[in-house]
Protein backbone atom coordinates (compact mmCIF):
# COMPACT_ATOMS: atom_id res chain seq x y z
CA UNK A 1 0.00 0.00 0.00
CA UNK A 2 2.81 2.34 0.70
CA UNK A 3 3.74 2.43 -2.84
CA UNK A 4 0.50 2.93 -4.33
CA UNK A 5 -0.32 5.98 -1.30
CA UNK A 6 3.14 7.56 -2.69
CA UNK A 7 1.61 7.10 -6.50
CA UNK A 8 -1.68 8.84 -5.54
CA UNK A 9 -0.24 11.83 -3.57
CA UNK A 10 2.29 12.51 -6.34
CA UNK A 11 -0.74 12.57 -8.51
CA UNK A 12 0.46 9.31 -10.77
CA UNK A 13 -2.74 7.84 -9.99
CA UNK A 14 -6.20 9.22 -8.70
CA UNK A 15 -8.56 7.04 -6.42
CA UNK A 16 -11.12 7.35 -9.15
CA UNK A 17 -9.06 5.84 -11.73
CA UNK A 18 -9.82 2.18 -13.28
CA UNK A 19 -7.48 -0.55 -13.42
CA UNK A 20 -7.27 -3.61 -15.57
CA UNK A 21 -7.63 -7.01 -14.11
CA UNK A 22 -5.02 -9.57 -15.64
CA UNK A 23 -6.17 -13.06 -15.95
CA UNK A 24 -3.17 -13.54 -13.48
CA UNK A 25 -4.87 -11.42 -10.97
CA UNK A 26 -8.31 -13.41 -11.27
CA UNK A 27 -7.08 -16.77 -10.90
CA UNK A 28 -4.52 -15.39 -7.71
CA UNK A 29 -5.67 -17.74 -4.95
CA UNK A 30 -5.91 -17.62 -1.35
CA UNK A 31 -7.88 -14.10 0.35
CA UNK A 32 -9.93 -12.48 -2.67
CA UNK A 33 -11.59 -9.55 -3.75
CA UNK A 34 -13.31 -11.23 -6.52
CA UNK A 35 -12.22 -8.88 -9.23
CA UNK A 36 -13.90 -10.23 -12.47
CA UNK A 37 -11.69 -11.06 -15.24
CA UNK A 38 -11.02 -8.31 -18.02
CA UNK A 39 -12.92 -5.94 -15.99
CA UNK A 40 -11.94 -3.17 -14.41
CA UNK A 41 -11.37 -1.56 -11.37
CA UNK A 42 -11.28 1.43 -9.26
CA UNK A 43 -8.64 2.29 -7.65
CA UNK A 44 -10.24 3.29 -4.05
CA UNK A 45 -12.01 -0.10 -4.25
CA UNK A 46 -8.55 -1.82 -5.00
CA UNK A 47 -7.01 -0.40 -1.59
CA UNK A 48 -10.50 -1.53 0.17
CA UNK A 49 -9.50 -4.40 -1.21
CA UNK A 50 -6.20 -5.11 -0.10
CA UNK A 51 -6.45 -3.56 3.38
CA UNK A 52 -10.34 -4.32 4.57
CA UNK A 53 -10.49 -7.75 2.25
CA UNK A 54 -6.81 -8.87 2.40
CA UNK A 55 -7.64 -9.30 -1.33
CA UNK A 56 -4.59 -10.89 -3.20
CA UNK A 57 -6.10 -10.40 -6.28
CA UNK A 58 -6.67 -6.95 -5.84
CA UNK A 59 -2.55 -6.85 -5.04
CA UNK A 60 -1.43 -8.11 -8.61
CA UNK A 61 -4.11 -5.50 -10.26
CA UNK A 62 -2.60 -3.15 -8.27
CA UNK A 63 1.19 -4.25 -9.41
CA UNK A 64 0.68 -5.15 -12.90
CA UNK A 65 -0.90 -1.09 -13.21
CA UNK A 66 2.11 0.84 -11.22
CA UNK A 67 4.70 -1.38 -12.56
CA UNK A 68 3.60 -3.23 -15.42
CA UNK A 69 4.12 -6.45 -13.86
CA UNK A 70 4.02 -8.30 -10.31
CA UNK A 71 7.85 -8.93 -10.51
CA UNK A 72 8.49 -4.96 -11.46
CA UNK A 73 6.61 -3.84 -8.56
CA UNK A 74 8.66 -6.13 -5.93
CA UNK A 75 11.59 -4.85 -7.19
CA UNK A 76 10.08 -1.11 -6.35
CA UNK A 77 8.89 -2.60 -2.92
CA UNK A 78 12.88 -3.83 -2.25
CA UNK A 79 13.97 -0.49 -3.32
CA UNK A 80 11.45 1.14 -0.72
CA UNK A 81 12.15 -1.14 1.78
CA UNK A 82 15.96 0.02 1.39
CA UNK A 83 14.68 3.69 1.67
CA UNK A 84 12.70 3.31 4.67
CA UNK A 85 15.63 1.54 6.30
CA UNK A 86 13.62 -2.12 6.30
CA UNK A 87 17.17 -3.92 6.71
CA UNK A 88 15.39 -7.66 7.43
CA UNK A 89 12.99 -7.07 4.59
CA UNK A 90 13.07 -8.98 1.37
CA UNK A 91 10.12 -9.25 -1.02
CA UNK A 92 9.29 -11.90 -3.53
CA UNK A 93 5.60 -11.12 -4.67
CA UNK A 94 3.32 -8.24 -3.68
CA UNK A 95 0.17 -9.97 -1.92
CA UNK A 96 3.09 -11.77 0.84
CA UNK A 97 2.40 -15.12 -1.00
CA UNK A 98 4.96 -17.44 1.02
CA UNK A 99 7.91 -17.92 -0.41
CA UNK A 100 11.33 -19.52 1.06
CA UNK A 101 13.34 -15.89 0.22
CA UNK A 102 10.38 -13.41 1.43
CA UNK A 103 10.86 -12.30 4.96
CA UNK A 104 9.71 -9.47 7.40
CA UNK A 105 10.93 -8.79 10.58
CA UNK A 106 8.30 -7.84 13.40
CA UNK A 107 10.62 -4.19 13.76
CA UNK A 108 10.18 -3.67 10.07
CA UNK A 109 6.48 -4.40 9.28
CA UNK A 110 6.47 -1.81 12.73
CA UNK A 111 8.77 0.63 11.39
CA UNK A 112 6.55 0.83 7.70
CA UNK A 113 3.15 0.76 9.92
CA UNK A 114 4.86 3.97 11.47
CA UNK A 115 5.42 5.03 7.99
CA UNK A 116 2.36 4.79 6.68
CA UNK A 117 0.27 6.20 9.41
CA UNK A 118 2.56 9.57 9.48
CA UNK A 119 3.30 9.72 5.61
CA UNK A 120 0.18 9.18 4.17
CA UNK A 121 -2.79 10.06 6.89
CA UNK A 122 -5.07 10.57 3.90
CA UNK A 123 -5.40 7.63 3.08
CA UNK A 124 -5.02 5.59 6.91
CA UNK A 125 -8.98 5.82 7.43
CA UNK A 126 -9.18 2.75 4.79
CA UNK A 127 -7.86 0.75 7.63
CA UNK A 128 -10.55 1.38 9.93
CA UNK A 129 -13.11 0.32 8.27
CA UNK A 130 -14.65 -2.67 9.57
CA UNK A 131 -15.87 -4.06 6.39
CA UNK A 132 -16.12 -4.20 2.31
CA UNK A 133 -18.83 -4.90 -0.37
CA UNK A 134 -17.57 -5.20 -3.56
CA UNK A 135 -19.58 -7.44 -6.57
CA UNK A 136 -22.37 -8.11 -4.12
CA UNK A 137 -19.94 -9.53 -2.13
CA UNK A 138 -19.40 -7.79 1.86
CA UNK A 139 -16.49 -9.22 3.63
CA UNK A 140 -15.66 -7.65 7.03
CA UNK A 141 -12.26 -6.34 8.02
CA UNK A 142 -9.58 -9.41 9.40
CA UNK A 143 -8.21 -7.23 11.94
CA UNK A 144 -10.00 -8.18 15.11
CA UNK A 145 -9.06 -5.27 17.10
CA UNK A 146 -10.51 -3.14 14.31
CA UNK A 147 -13.66 -4.83 14.90
CA UNK A 148 -14.01 -4.64 18.45
CA UNK A 149 -12.71 -0.64 18.15
CA UNK A 150 -9.80 -1.41 19.91
CA UNK A 151 -7.57 -0.25 16.91
CA UNK A 152 -8.10 1.88 13.77
CA UNK A 153 -5.77 -0.79 11.66
CA UNK A 154 -3.74 -2.07 9.98
CA UNK A 155 -3.25 -5.90 8.46
CA UNK A 156 -3.43 -9.71 9.21
CA UNK A 157 -1.57 -12.04 7.97
CA UNK A 158 -0.65 -15.81 8.17
CA UNK A 159 1.44 -18.75 6.51
CA UNK A 160 2.09 -21.85 7.35
CA UNK A 161 5.41 -21.51 8.19
CA UNK A 162 5.04 -18.05 10.07
CA UNK A 163 1.64 -19.00 12.00
CA UNK A 164 -0.70 -16.05 12.32
CA UNK A 165 0.10 -12.59 12.96
CA UNK A 166 -1.00 -9.08 13.03
CA UNK A 167 -0.08 -5.55 13.29
CA UNK A 168 -2.50 -3.27 15.10
CA UNK A 169 -2.50 0.79 15.89
CA UNK A 170 -4.41 2.38 17.74
CA UNK A 171 -4.40 6.22 19.85
CA UNK A 172 -5.84 6.97 22.72
CA UNK A 173 -5.00 10.85 24.68
CA UNK A 174 -3.02 11.40 21.97
CA UNK A 175 -0.49 8.87 22.10
CA UNK A 176 -0.35 6.27 19.31
CA UNK A 177 1.14 2.97 19.59
CA UNK A 178 1.97 0.22 17.06
CA UNK A 179 2.05 -3.66 18.29
CA UNK A 180 3.21 -6.66 15.80
CA UNK A 181 2.83 -9.85 17.16
CA UNK A 182 3.78 -13.30 14.88
CA UNK A 183 3.82 -17.07 15.34
CA UNK A 184 0.94 -17.87 16.62
CA UNK A 185 -1.36 -20.92 16.31
CA UNK A 186 -5.10 -19.44 15.99
CA UNK A 187 -6.48 -16.47 15.22
CA UNK A 188 -8.17 -16.92 18.56
CA UNK A 189 -4.66 -16.63 20.31
CA UNK A 190 -3.72 -13.82 17.54
CA UNK A 191 -6.78 -11.42 18.64
CA UNK A 192 -5.88 -12.39 22.37
CA UNK A 193 -2.35 -11.31 22.77
CA UNK A 194 -2.67 -8.67 20.23
CA UNK A 195 -5.13 -7.11 22.50
CA UNK A 196 -3.66 -7.76 26.08
CA UNK A 197 -0.14 -6.44 24.00
CA UNK A 198 -2.11 -3.41 23.16
CA UNK A 199 -3.47 -2.88 26.61
CA UNK A 200 -0.15 -3.63 28.16
CA UNK A 201 1.55 -0.79 26.48
CA UNK A 202 -1.27 2.07 27.34
CA UNK A 203 -1.26 0.81 30.95
CA UNK A 204 2.63 0.51 31.70
CA UNK A 205 4.18 3.42 29.35
CA UNK A 206 3.68 6.82 29.18
CA UNK A 207 5.01 9.63 26.90
CA UNK A 208 7.00 12.41 29.34
CA UNK A 209 7.82 15.02 27.96
CA UNK A 210 11.01 16.12 29.21
CA UNK A 211 11.92 19.25 26.94
CA UNK A 212 10.12 21.56 24.93
CA UNK A 213 11.88 23.28 21.67
CA UNK A 214 13.82 26.03 22.58
CA UNK A 215 14.11 25.17 26.68
CA UNK A 216 17.72 26.12 27.80
CA UNK A 217 18.95 23.02 28.69
CA UNK A 218 22.65 24.14 29.59
CA UNK A 219 24.53 27.13 29.76
CA UNK A 220 27.85 26.36 28.08
CA UNK A 221 30.71 28.68 28.51
CA UNK A 222 32.24 30.52 25.57
CA UNK A 223 35.86 30.86 24.90
CA UNK A 224 37.07 34.40 23.44
CA UNK A 225 33.16 35.33 23.13
CA UNK A 226 31.66 38.21 23.22
CA UNK A 227 29.05 37.07 25.47
CA UNK A 228 30.41 33.99 28.37
CA UNK A 229 28.32 31.67 28.08
CA UNK A 230 25.53 30.27 25.45
CA UNK A 231 22.45 28.46 26.14
CA UNK A 232 22.10 24.76 25.14
CA UNK A 233 18.82 24.18 23.72
CA UNK A 234 16.58 21.59 22.03
CA UNK A 235 15.50 21.34 18.27
CA UNK A 236 12.45 20.22 19.13
CA UNK A 237 9.71 18.73 21.81
CA UNK A 238 11.72 15.86 23.53
CA UNK A 239 9.02 13.93 24.15
CA UNK A 240 9.78 9.95 25.59
CA UNK A 241 7.31 7.30 25.79
CA UNK A 242 9.08 5.46 28.47
CA UNK A 243 8.05 2.96 31.35
CA UNK A 244 5.69 4.18 34.23
CA UNK A 245 8.38 2.92 36.96
CA UNK A 246 11.03 3.91 34.74
CA UNK A 247 10.82 7.93 35.11
CA UNK A 248 11.98 8.29 38.68
CA UNK A 249 15.09 6.33 37.91
CA UNK A 250 15.56 8.38 34.56
CA UNK A 251 19.37 9.61 34.21
CA UNK A 252 19.74 12.68 32.02
CA UNK A 253 23.27 13.45 30.98
CA UNK A 254 24.38 16.44 29.01
CA UNK A 255 27.87 16.21 26.93
CA UNK A 256 29.64 19.03 25.20
CA UNK A 257 33.36 20.28 24.85
CA UNK A 258 34.07 22.96 27.48
CA UNK A 259 34.50 25.63 26.33
CA UNK A 260 32.49 26.29 23.27
CA UNK A 261 34.87 28.00 20.70
CA UNK A 262 33.53 31.30 19.47
CA UNK A 263 32.33 32.45 17.07
CA UNK A 264 28.44 30.43 17.55
CA UNK A 265 26.06 30.59 15.21
CA UNK A 266 22.38 29.97 16.40
CA UNK A 267 21.17 26.13 15.73
CA UNK A 268 25.17 25.02 15.47
CA UNK A 269 25.25 21.65 17.52
CA UNK A 270 27.14 21.81 19.97
CA UNK A 271 26.60 18.54 22.64
CA UNK A 272 23.92 15.96 22.93
CA UNK A 273 21.64 15.25 25.69
CA UNK A 274 21.13 11.40 26.77
CA UNK A 275 18.80 10.13 28.10
CA UNK A 276 18.80 6.19 30.17
CA UNK A 277 17.75 3.96 32.31
CA UNK A 278 16.87 0.32 33.39
CA UNK A 279 16.50 -2.24 30.84
CA UNK A 280 15.64 0.11 28.07
CA UNK A 281 18.42 1.38 25.26
CA UNK A 282 19.70 5.17 25.88
CA UNK A 283 18.25 7.40 23.49
CA UNK A 284 20.70 10.28 22.10
CA UNK A 285 19.45 13.81 21.43
CA UNK A 286 21.05 17.22 19.93
CA UNK A 287 21.95 20.29 21.62
CA UNK A 288 22.12 23.71 20.20
CA UNK A 289 23.06 26.88 20.05
CA UNK A 290 20.68 28.87 21.59
CA UNK A 291 22.01 32.46 20.20
CA UNK A 292 24.54 33.52 18.32
CA UNK A 293 28.06 34.62 20.04
CA UNK A 294 30.75 36.70 18.49
CA UNK A 295 33.99 36.08 18.84
CA UNK A 296 35.97 39.17 20.51
CA UNK A 297 38.29 41.55 19.09
CA UNK A 298 41.79 41.42 19.46
CA UNK A 299 42.24 43.29 22.45
CA UNK A 300 39.04 41.82 23.81
CA UNK A 301 40.90 38.35 23.03
CA UNK A 302 44.33 39.16 24.58
CA UNK A 303 42.85 40.26 28.02
CA UNK A 304 41.45 37.37 28.09
CA UNK A 305 44.29 35.02 26.99
CA UNK A 306 46.65 37.06 29.88
CA UNK A 307 43.36 36.39 32.34
CA UNK A 308 43.49 32.82 31.82
CA UNK A 309 47.32 32.60 32.18
CA UNK A 310 46.80 34.79 35.33
CA UNK A 311 43.98 33.12 37.00
CA UNK A 312 44.17 29.78 35.57
CA UNK A 313 40.52 29.73 34.34
Known sequence: AYIVYGFLKSGRMTLSQELPVSERAWRMQGSKMFVPLNGAVKVEDLIRGVIVQSGNDACIVLAEAV??????????????????????????????????????????????????????????????????????????????????????????GHTDEGGYGL??????????????????????????????????SYREFENVMLFTAGDTVEQANVWLGARPTVPLVGGQDVVLTM???????????????????????????LGKLTVSGPGVPAIDMPLLAGADVARLGLPGRAMAVVSRFVTGS
Open 67 to 156: AGSEEAFTDLMNAKAKELGLTMSTFRNSTGWPDPQQRMSCRDIATLARRIITDFPEYYKYDSEKSFKYNNIEQENRNPLVQRGIADGLKT
Open 243 to 269: PRQWRRSAKISVEYTNPVAAPVSRGDV
Open 167 to 200: VASAIRAGRRVIVVVNGLNTMRQRAEESERLMEW
